[in-house]
């Protein structure tokens, strides 16, 4: 069974939610999903899920999927799964036509889920210990944690294909994220020794290398100025002013855009930020909050974002 992981940063900062963990060069090669299901049909059922909370069998194809995780919401509808879809939690705004409620991951209330008749409801936490409650009333609960390193994203889109009778397209997902990811991260330059800082929040946070973030800058061959911070092996240290200046990174990509307004010019206005070579070479990169702190397909995006900095930074 694989352990309950620490949950990812975006939300990670909100519950402390983000995870993961560094490496360079290649995406490596995920291990399939520990699932059982009769031999000649591999899309039958029932089908037997090793999740975060143990082995969880599933008697037959799910028609009436309650997801509480933005990031699974976003799998599920990649993976076909999308029409058994019939209620999101209030943070799983992607994509547009997801059935989004007034549900709460955070916050999980019971009784509001069980209204919704599911026959599968999918978390990444087990927050008032929801999947024991839902247990109780024989509600069948699958806790696929965040991911900390990409083989961990690869696996739960796999699981969540097995599932939901839809492990085909699911497998499709996973090879052309990695694909996609491989070829973007071969073409970055990696001969600059690029530094960075990636800001969660205006705190400010940041993630490590250790981090699920950090692994993906690992593969564009970036440095990363948060690993020589005090307190850091939790992954998401608190950073100073001070500390960001002194190690003045090449490239700055801030998380915190849509939910603290953040940019170059805010970031200028802080106390001893105004020469940084990041600021006065114009490389800042404005990412997209809830792409840089979900690990579904759409980190392929992130990646993109990433490596066209990288290219940009390169060539300058």
Same mark, same amino acid.
């Given at each position: ?9 975006g939300? #990670?900062l909100?519950?402390l939610?983000l995870?993961?963990c560094g490496?360079?060069g290649?995406t490596t090669t995920?291990?399939a999903?520990t699932t059982t ?21 599933i008697?037959?194809?799910p028609?009436?999927?309650?997801s509480?995780?933005?990031t699974?919401?976003?799998t $599920? ?5 999308g029409p ?9 705004n992607?994509?547009p036509?997801a059935?989004?409620?007034? $549900?709460?991951?955070?916050?999980p209330?019971v ?5 919704q ?11 008032d210990?929801?999947?024991?409650? #839902?247990?109780k ?5 699958? #806790? ?15 699981e ?6 839809n492990?085909a397209k699911?497998?499709?997902v ?9 070829e ?6 990696k ?9 969660l ?11 699920? $973030?950090?692994?993906?800058y690992? #593969? ?7 690993d ?11 950073l100073?002013?001070?500390?960001v ?5 090449d490239?700055i990509?801030?998380?915190d ?8 010019d805010? $970031? ?5 930020w ?5 600021i ?17 397909p759409?980190v392929?995006?992130l ?14």
């Open positions: 069974m694989r352990p309950v992981r620490t949950a990812f940063a939300a #990670l909100g519950t939610l995870a993961g490496q360079g290649t995920a291990s999903p299901a009769p031999a000649s049909s591999p899309g039958a059922f029932p089908v037997t899920i090793e999740a975060g909370n143990g082995k969880v069998t008697t037959k194809k028609e009436r999927i309650v509480l995780s933005a699974h919401t976003e $599920l509808f990649a993976i076909g799964a058994q879809v019939i209620a999101v939690d209030e943070q799983s992607y994509p036509e059935p989004k409620t007034d $549900l709460s991951g955070f916050k209330n009784e509001a889920i069980v209204a008749k599911p026959d599968l409801v999918i978390v990444s936490d087990d927050l210990k929801v999947v024991a409650e #839902l247990g009333v024989n509600v069948p609960v699958l #806790l696929q944690p965040a991911a900390t390193k990409l083989d961990e994203a690869y696996e739960e889109i796999a969540l294909g097995a599932a939901t009778g492990q699911a497998d499709e996973v090879a052309g994220m990695k694909a996609a990811i491989d973007l991260a071969a073409k970055a330059p001969d600059k020794r690029l530094t960075y800082y990636h800001e929040d205006t705190t400010p946070y940041a993630a490590t290398s250790k981090t699920f $973030l950090g692994q993906i690992g #593969l564009f061959g970036l440095t990363n100025i948060a020589k911070a005090p307190d850091a092996a939790g992954g998401y240290p608190k100073s002013a001070e500390f200046a002194q190690a003045d990174p490239l990509f801030l998380a855009v849509k939910c603290c307004k953040q940019s170059k805010t $970031l200028a206005e802080r106390p001893g105004q020469n940084l070579s990041a006065k070479n114009d490389q800042v990169v404005q990412l997209d909050d809830d792409i840089a702190s979900r690990w579904g759409r392929v995006d990646a993109e974002a990433i490596g066209a900095a990288v290219s940009k930074a390169g060539t300058s």
